[in-house]
């Protein structure tokens, strides 16, 4: 197929694009079905309900624009929507992955045995409840570790001027890194390597995680695109995974 472990790394553009192939890849469809439920119907009825507040939420978020700024009112105002939507996409995107791990997990464990040309795992049913306490754990170990950090960037909004110029910026950053953690721990988590040693993983090769959580980040804020988002994204970690980690890191359940 599309990767082979030990081949040459490549951008997170990439293995953002390979996602989007991936998912059409032959017998991945049905495992690709779960995770694209899950956010259709989550992230679907959540941006709805996101649409019909911003009329009220955007200029409540202006009026802590302090007068001196003023002038730049009309750049501002773009910034703040934008800023408000990476907020609420990301926590939507967060409970939409509480909900589907399993099946992402799942995703990433029987792509990664196609690219690799292994036997893909017969796992069923019975097999997905006996991990769901180990995966649900992960997820909290993902969420204790990421909601200090949200917190921070979040009460940077409230103090007027940094609020709506630094802050969003921030905040994109973060949820490109945060993404790309979100996603690649699919594949490290299947092969049950500790949270701590996956973060310094891909701290090794930041700048690819940084472009491919960036992205996924985008894609999250436009609708339609953002319904399909988490299996493209699953399926670009694991490809990346494979090409990047799987020799070093792999470890055989």
């Known amino acids: 197929m599309v990767s082979h472990s030990g081949s040459t790394p490549r951008s997170g553009l990439h293995y953002f694009s390979q996602g989007w192939k991936l998912i059409r890849e032959p017998g991945i469809g049905r495992f690709v079905f779960l995770p694209l439920l899950v ?11 996101l649409f019909t507040q911003l009329g009220a939420w955007i200029p409540a978020l202006m009026s802590h624009v302090p007068d001196w700024l003023q002038w730049l009112s009309y750049l501002l105002w773009p910034l703040a929507t934008l800023s408000i939507l990476l907020v609420f ?7 939409a992955n509480w909900i589907a791990a399993p099946f992402n997990g799942l995703l990433a464990e029987q792509l990664e045995a196609r690219l690799t040309g292994a036997t893909p795992p017969d796992t069923g049913v019975i097999d997905i409840m006996k991990d769901l306490p180990r995966i649900m754990k992960r997820e909290w170990q993902k969420f204790a570790w990421y909601l200090p950090r949200a917190v921070v960037l979040l009460l940077l909004y409230f103090i007027p001027g940094i609020g709506q110029t630094v802050a969003p910026v921030l905040w994109f950053l973060f949820s490109a890194w945060m993404l790309a953690i979100q ?13 701590a040693e996956m973060r310094i993983a891909l701290r090794e090769r930041k700048m690819i995680n940084m472009q491919f959580g960036a992205l996924v980040s985008l894609f999250t804020l436009i609708p339609i695109l953002n319904l399909v988002i988490m299996p493209v994204a699953v399926c670009g970690a694991t490809a990346m995974w494979v090409d990047c980690y799987r020799a070093q890191h792999a470890r055989w359940r």
């Open 39 to 49: 956010n259709v119907l989550w992230m679907g009825g959540a941006f709805w309900w």
């Open 89 to 95: 996409s990301y926590f939507f995107s967060t409970v």
């Open 183 to 195: 996603y690649c721990d699919y594949p490290f988590d299947n092969h049950k390597v500790p949270f």
